[in-house]
């Protein structure tokens, strides 16, 4: 018995191009944050725990020392192009 070949697909290689490898790269940077666009809270997210609340580690909604410094952040992001 004799294989087919009109019927199989070809089998070509990726192409390299500067476009892909931009996405790549912006791919495994979105994937060692764990999410994609730009962090709006640069507070740990220790704080959030209840090991943090208790421990008092301050957030924007309880420090308002760490309200300016997260609304001094959002500042900055807003002035970027």
Request: proline share 9%; hydrophobic share 25%.
């Given at each position: 018995?004799?294989?087919?070949t009109r019927?199989?697909?070809?089998?070509?290689?990726?192409?390299?191009t500067e476009?892909?490898?931009?996405?790549?790269?912006?791919?495994?940077?979105e994937a060692?944050?764990?999410?994609r666009?730009?962090?709006?809270?640069?507070?740990?997210?220790?704080?959030?725990?209840i090991?943090?609340?208790?421990?008092?580690?301050?957030?924007?909604?309880?420090?308002?020392?760490?309200?300016?410094?997260v609304?001094?952040?959002?500042?900055?992001?807003?002035?970027r192009?």
């Amino acid at each position: 018995m004799t294989s087919n070949t009109r019927n199989e697909p070809k089998k070509t290689e990726p192409v390299e191009t500067e476009a892909a490898k931009e996405v790549q790269h912006v791919m495994d940077i979105e994937a060692r944050q764990g999410f994609r666009g730009v962090e709006v809270d640069p507070t740990p997210n220790s704080a959030y725990t209840i090991a943090g609340v208790l421990g008092g580690e301050p957030t924007p909604e309880t420090d308002r020392g760490k309200r300016r410094e997260v609304e001094g952040h959002l500042d900055e992001l807003s002035k970027r192009p």
